[in-house]
């Protein structure tokens, strides 16, 4: 693995906006496909997909390949799959869930070396296979980034306490999880659910924590509204719904005249 200067961190430390998707699609030529829209960054999804810890290493390689700054998001919280996730040369991980300081020390924890971490050492390709190690070192310190995912109002509720543990970069808002911990699936539009996000995002400027938001829809209306917000780490939709809404769009059109 080449060891690169990751163009996020830098868009974080000077407040710049990025543009990014999700990857369900096991297949490395998603991502080539999505590289010609233009995004900065993708991210692989092993939560809400089939995608499994053998299936990311040819996407992150077509990401690389790509420009792009591979991300994965993991399926928990958990210091093994997030270590066997970095070893693979992964720019930096979205930990879904932390609801808590202590959940967001963990995250940190998993990603980050001793004495800032507690993550064992491997020497895989993250590590150049062993070749690299001390690179590796001053990259992982450097260059990775930790992003946690505030997708309950329990997180709100500790919103404070969870971006005052060093270490975290960024938090991404799940929409749909945060209204539903309200008892509001999808309204969006709801006094709670905004007000809930507004804390969050509040907050986040306070402390120094990059925003971001995941609009799922492929329609640029939504993810606009929350880039005026200031949501800087703005995930715009993902590859199924990006290949659907093309397909039915485009058939329904040539069967208009039917």
Not at 134 to 139: A, F, G, I
Not at 171 to 199: C, H, Q, R, W
Not at 222 to 236: N, P
Request: aromatic letters at 8%.
């Amino acid at each position: 693995m080449l060891l690169k200067k990751n163009k996020l961190k830098t868009a974080f430390a000077g407040n710049k906006q990025t543009y990014g998707s999700w990857v369900t699609l096991s297949h490395p030529l998603i991502p080539e496909i999505m590289s010609q829209a233009g995004f900065d960054w993708l991210c692989i999804d092993m939560e809400h997909s089939s995608i499994e810890l053998k299936d990311i290493l040819p996407l992150i390689i077509s990401i690389e390949n790509n420009r792009m700054v591979p991300l994965v998001r993991v399926g928990e919280n958990n210091a093994n799959l997030i270590k066997r996730v970095m070893d693979t040369g992964v720019y930096g991980v979205i930990v879904p869930n932390v609801n808590s300081a202590d959940e967001a020390i963990a995250v940190v924890n998993a990603v980050k070396y001793p004495p800032v971490g507690t993550r064992g050492v491997g020497l895989y390709r993250a590590q150049g296979y062993g070749y690299n190690f001390n690179d590796y070192l001053r990259w992982l310190e450097n260059e990775s980034v930790v992003i946690v995912q505030i997708e309950h109002i329990d997180a709100v509720k500790n919103i404070d306490e969870i971006f005052s543990v060093p270490g975290i970069d960024a938090f991404i808002i799940g929409p749909y999880d945060l209204s539903g911990s309200l008892g509001k699936p999808g309204a969006f539009d709801d006094k709670d659910v905004e007000n809930a996000i507004k804390t969050t995002l509040e907050s986040g400027k306070k402390h120094g924590i990059t925003a971001g938001f995941h609009s799922v829809s492929s329609d640029p209306s939504e993810a606009l509204l929350y880039k005026k917000k200031g949501f800087k780490l703005l995930g715009f939709s993902l590859d199924s719904i990006f290949l659907g809404d093309s397909v039915i769009s485009a058939l329904q059109k040539l069967k208009a005249n039917d």
